[in-house]
């Protein structure tokens, strides 16, 4: 359930790290911010500034290197999950072999099968179009 006294998203000190050594590459570097209910937010930046991936970290679809990140508005599930954060992608994100309903089951089948809860050892059914 949303609590609107809360923030939608809190981060601190986010960092987003590409490669190693010498080729780090920082995506996001020591980024903060606050989201909370209804607020209407551009981020705004040159081509490769890290926008996406700002984004990515605060939809919970990356991993930060370094910081902390809550969605304390949208619940507390036990990860803290925050599934209920929508993102339109930029670039086309939907697989062609698979029908609409298809697409929108596959982050869900995802997700189960990194949490284990199927532990069966086939290859996932949508294995055949990646
Ligand atoms: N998966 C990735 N692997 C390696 N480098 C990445 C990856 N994603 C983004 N980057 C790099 O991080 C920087 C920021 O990228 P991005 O967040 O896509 O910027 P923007 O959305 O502002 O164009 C760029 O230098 C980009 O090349
Ligand atoms: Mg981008």
Request: hydrophobic content about 35%; glycine content about 10%.
């Amino acid at each position: 359930m949303t609590t609107l006294t809360e923030p939608v998203f809190r981060g601190q000190l986010l960092r987003r790290a590409y490669g190693s050594g010498n080729r780090t590459v920082y995506a996001v570097h020591n980024a903060t911010a606050t989201v909370w209910p209804g607020d209407r937010i551009a981020v705004t930046g040159a081509s490769g500034s890290g926008k996406s991936t700002l984004l990515h970290l605060m939809a919970g679809l990356e991993t930060p290197t370094s910081g902390n990140r809550s969605w304390p508005g949208l619940g507390r599930s036990p990860d803290r999950d925050p599934a209920s954060i929508g993102v339109a992608f930029q670039a086309p994100s939907l697989l062609s072999p698979l029908n609409v309903v298809e697409n929108v089951e596959l982050p869900m089948l995802l997700k189960s099968y990194r949490r284990g809860r199927h532990a069966s050892g086939r290859s996932p059914p949508w294995s055949t179009c990646m």
